[in-house]
C-alpha cells in the first residue's frame, strides 16, 4: 500500500525543538519531491517547506532560518528540523509527495495545494507555554 506516515509533533514550549518525520512505504522516496504543508484551526493548509529529488530546498519566508527539511533516502524518510518554534506554528503538519516535473514546481516552487500531491495523515504540533 502506498502511503506517507508523519510522526514526531507534540507539545512544546516557545523557543523549542521538534524534528517530524515523513516515512513513505509502498514506494521509494528517491524519485519523488517531498513538501511539508501545515494547517492552523480556521486557516488554510499553507506550504512550510520542500525537498525535491535533486536536493533543492526551498522554505516559507515564514520560516526561514528556524526550519531545515532534510531526506534519508536509506530510511525512505524525508525530517522537518524545527527550531525557535513560536505559538504561530502551532498546526497540523502534513508531508505530501509528486513524481512528475510540473507538480514539483507547484508544489516546491509555489507551495500550491494541488491535486496530484499524495499526502499523509498529519501530526499536531502545538507550541505554547
Known amino acids: 500500500q502506498v502511503q506517507l506516515a508523519e510522526s514526531g509533533g507534540g507539545l512544546v514550549q516557545p523557543g523549542g525543538s521538534l524534528r517530524l518525520s515523513c516515512a513513505a512505504s509502498g514506494f521509494s522516496l528517491d524519485y519523488y519531491a517531498i513538501g511539508w504543508f501545515r494547517q492552523a484551526p480556521g486557516k488554510e493548509r499553507e506550504g512550510v517547506s520542500c525537498?525535491?529529488?535533486?536536493?533543492?530546498?526551498t522554505y516559507a519566508d515564514s520560516v526561514k532560518g528556524r526550519f531545515t527539511i532534510s531526506r534519508d533516502n536509506a530510511k525512505n524518510t524525508v525530517y522537518l528540523q524545527m527550531h525557535s518554534l513560536e505559538p504561530e506554528d502551532t498546526a497540523v503538519y502534513y508531508c505530501?509527495?509528486?513524481?512528475?516535473?510540473?507538480?514539483?514546481?507547484?508544489?516546491?516552487?509555489?507551495?500550491?495545494?494541488?491535486?496530484?500531491?499524495?499526502w499523509g495523515h498529519g501530526t499536531l504540533v502545538t507550541v505554547s507555554s
Open positions: 525537498i525535491n529529488y535533486n536536493d533543492g530546498e
Open positions: 505530501g509527495a509528486v513524481h512528475d516535473a510540473l507538480s514539483v514546481q507547484a508544489m516546491c516552487n509555489g507551495f500550491r495545494d494541488i491535486d496530484t500531491i499524495l
